[in-house]
């Protein structure tokens, strides 16, 4: 994908607040600082156009980019994260799902899991939810970079079995290396092209 201008729209907690519906739409989701962000930066070549931080739970709110003039991302809210107030912890669920529930643009959620970690219960509860709502899902992996060749294909079986999915679901990523850049580009035109889903 050739990326011509990728533009910071607006952030939104509530659907009133979101841009206008007008293009189709790629969400990404997963546990704060599993590397949502650098994803987003390296798939658009953009070293600092999403804000990544080490400080997690942060960035609490649906974050709208627009690509190309085309098409959009959206950068959603983190969740997991030990240090954030109650509050916080207690919108995520509601706010994830107003998204997935009203968006009638999206046409992917790109699920991204950390390497080295089992999935979580609210891992695969956000899974359900993807799986409820019928959302197309691309599964991916990062931080690839983080374990020794031999130990990845080890985690990934494990992953994949504690979602239920098959192996060859998920994408292997490293934003530092730049392992699978490509595949989640095909697999996100291939998103971009369908058709909306039936609400
Ligand atoms: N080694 C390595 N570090 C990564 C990768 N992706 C993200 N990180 C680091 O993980 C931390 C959290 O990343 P960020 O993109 O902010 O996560 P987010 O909270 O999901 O948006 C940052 O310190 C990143 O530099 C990766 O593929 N490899
Ligand atoms: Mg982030």
Excluded: H
């Excluded at 060749?149 to 504690?162: K, L, M, P, V, Y």
């Amino acid at each position: 994908m050739q990326i011509s201008s990728a533009v910071f729209l607006k952030s939104a907690l509530k659907p009133v607040q979101y841009p206008e519906a007008d293009r189709p739409e790629i969400a990404f989701a997963g546990r704060s600082n599993v590397g949502k962000s650098s994803m987003i930066n390296c798939l658009l070549n953009r070293r600092g156009l999403v804000r990544t931080s080490s400080t997690p739970g942060r960035t609490q709110m649906l974050n709208f980019f627009d690509i190309n003039e085309r098409f959009r991302f959206v950068d959603l809210p983190g969740y997991g994260f030990a240090r954030v107030p109650m509050a916080v912890k207690k919108s995520w669920g509601p706010m994830i799902r107003a998204y997935l529930e009203s968006r009638s643009t999206l046409r992917g959620v790109v699920f991204i899991l950390d390497i080295r970690r089992i999935p979580s219960e609210e891992d695969l509860r956000l899974l359900d939810w993807l799986e409820e709502y019928g959302c197309p899902t691309i599964m991916a992996v990062t931080k690839a970079d983080k374990l020794a060749r031999s130990r990845r294909d080890r985690q990934i079986e494990t992953i994949a079995s504690t979602c239920g999915l098959p192996v060859d679901a998920f994408t292997l990523f490293s934003a530092t290396t730049r392992q699978g850049k490509d595949e989640i580009w095909e697999r996100i035109e291939t998103a971009l092209e369908l058709p909306t889903p039936s609400a």
